[in-house]
């Protein structure tokens, strides 16, 4: 099989030469999923000279179909041989495969935004959704509870996340304390979705998600729990030969912003995640974060770079801390004064939807759609010689809010 590309304004037209069958229908998927992969939203096919099509190769044409359409995109063929039409028009797909994409690509426009920014990193779309909007934030117990030991049902606080909450610390999904008190563990909350990763010895993360009246109820240890509308939201998406960091996102969203300490929730393809976990619960035994006792409690998860994930996350940052929201803050780069405190929960890679999105209906797409494989404490390893580095992202989506601070310890 041979295959050719070329690049038409926001249309990827690709010309198939050969036979589409089962040993050469994943050939085609790979460079598919690498056009994918690497931003093109809208696909059109050549299939002149493609002298057979079989049921695989239907497959894989019909996958990056849906997927495309999930994302707001176009995947269309154009053209092809008699035999490839009079197959896909005895399989029903001829009027769902072939046009000229030109009213798809129309329908998928989105409202423009209301800024771009170009960086050395790459691009970033600013849309304001509500200037005066402000976030409520309250700080759940201390960090320090997990040093101290002594955990009882009193310390744990139960917390019900809605669609305009975010949420992020040390908690559990479950009936009650006594039947949390083994399984505390990392957990992140956002757009009407709690995930969390129980120290139980199974690690299998498990979720709650918003229906109807159904809210999501989680047991909380500490954590920061931020309520609100966000201010603006962002888009971004990296150039080829680079890609953001976890900390140039939160620079830009702070400078962005115009505020020194501000929410944000974010879902955006990676291609590395640096984080970690707890082994145990907090509840059953007492947490040593001094070396080298720590790496009994706690586990390092960075993923392989080139393995692109999904990332949920949701985190707290600032670049001049108020005294009480300091604790639940860490250094972001050893480089910069910026804070911030970032758990996210991972899927399998799925492109994201482009344009300017809703948190609760983008939240609920991933985590009603994947399977939910680890939910980690995001970190920047900047250890010699065996540091990991910080988390990677090709592109996704941001929504910002700006905190106001109150005595009370809300902010």
């Known amino acids: 099989m041979q295959i050719s590309e070329q690049q038409r304004g926001d249309v990827l037209e690709l010309s198939i030469k050969g036979r589409l069958d089962n040993y050469w229908s994943e050939f085609l998927a790979q460079r598919l999923n690498t056009a994918v992969n690497d931003g093109a939203l809208h696909l059109r096919l050549d299939l002149s000279d493609v002298n057979?099509?079989?049921?695989?190769?239907?497959?894989?044409?019909?996958?990056?179909?849906?997927?495309?359409?999930?994302?707001?995109?176009?995947?269309?063929?154009?053209?092809?041989?008699?035999?490839?039409?009079?197959?896909?028009?005895?399989?029903?797909?001829?009027?769902?495969?072939?046009?000229?994409?030109?009213?798809?690509?129309?329908a998928s426009a989105t409202t423009a935004p209301n800024?771009?920014?170009?960086?050395?990193?790459?691009?970033?779309?600013?849309y304001n959704l509500s200037p005066t909007a402000r976030m409520e934030c309250r700080l759940i117990n201390s960090p320090g509870v997990v040093k101290r030991g002594n955990i009882s049902a009193e310390t744990c606080q139960t917390r019900q996340l809605s669609d305009s909450h975010l949420a992020l610390g040390i908690g559990a999904l479950g009936a009650d304390y006594d039947d949390c008190r083994c399984r505390f563990g990392?957990?992140?909350?956002?757009?009407?979705?709690?995930?969390?990763?129980?120290?139980?010895?199974?690690s299998v993360p498990d979720y709650l998600v918003s229906a109807e009246e159904f809210v999501p109820e989680i047991h909380v240890l500490y954590g920061i729990e931020c309520h609100g509308m966000p201010t603006q939201f962002l888009r971004f998406d990296s150039r080829r030969d680079v890609r953001w960091t976890l900390f140039e996102i939160v620079r830009q969203?702070?400078?962005?912003?115009?505020?020194?300490?501000?929410?944000?929730?974010?879902?955006?393809?990676?291609?590395?995640?640096?984080?970690?976990?707890?082994?145990?619960?907090?509840?059953?035994?007492?947490?040593?974060?001094?070396?080298?006792?720590?790496?009994?409690?706690?586990?390092?998860?960075?993923?392989?770079?080139?393995?692109?994930?999904?990332?949920?996350?949701?985190?707290?940052?600032?670049?001049?801390?108020?005294?009480?929201?300091?604790?639940?803050?860490?250094?972001?780069?050893?480089?910069?004064?910026?804070?911030?405190?970032?758990?996210?929960?991972?899927?399998?890679?799925?492109?994201?939807?482009r344009g300017l999105l809703e948190l609760p209906a983008t939240a609920h797409n991933a985590f009603q759609s994947q399977v939910v494989t680890s939910?980690?404490?995001?970190?920047?390893?900047?250890?010699?010689?065996?540091?990991a580095g910080d988390t990677t992202l090709v592109r996704g989506a941001c929504w910002i809010g700006?905190?106001?601070?109150?005595?009370d310890g809300n902010i």
């Open 186 to 202: 990392e957990f992140v909350a956002l757009g009407g979705c709690c995930a969390h990763l129980p120290t139980d010895g199974a």
């Open 52 to 106: 057979f099509l079989s049921s695989a190769g239907i497959g894989i044409l019909m996958r990056v179909y849906r997927q495309l359409r999930a994302i707001h995109g176009t995947f269309v063929i154009d053209k092809a041989s008699e035999r490839v039409r009079s197959t896909l028009k005895l399989v029903a797909l001829e009027p769902i495969l072939f046009g000229d994409g030109k009213q798809a690509i129309a």
């Open 115 to 126: 800024n771009t920014i170009e960086t050395e990193c790459g691009t970033v779309e600013v």
């Open 253 to 353: 969203s702070l400078n962005i912003s115009g505020s020194t300490t501000i929410a944000i929730a974010m879902i955006a393809e990676a291609s590395r995640v640096v984080g970690a976990a707890l082994r145990s619960s907090p509840a059953a035994v007492p947490t040593e974060l001094d070396f080298p006792k720590i790496r009994e409690c706690i586990s390092f998860a960075p993923e392989i770079t080139g393995t692109r994930s999904t990332v949920a996350a949701a985190g707290i940052v600032s670049s001049d801390a108020w005294p009480e929201v300091l604790p639940f803050l860490r250094p972001l780069d050893p480089d910069s004064a910026i804070r911030g405190h970032f758990h996210a929960a991972l899927f399998p890679y799925r492109p994201i939807q």
């Open 375 to 387: 939910v980690l404490h995001l970190l920047n390893d900047q250890r010699p010689i065996n540091g």
């Open 402 to 407: 700006r905190l106001n601070f109150h005595p």
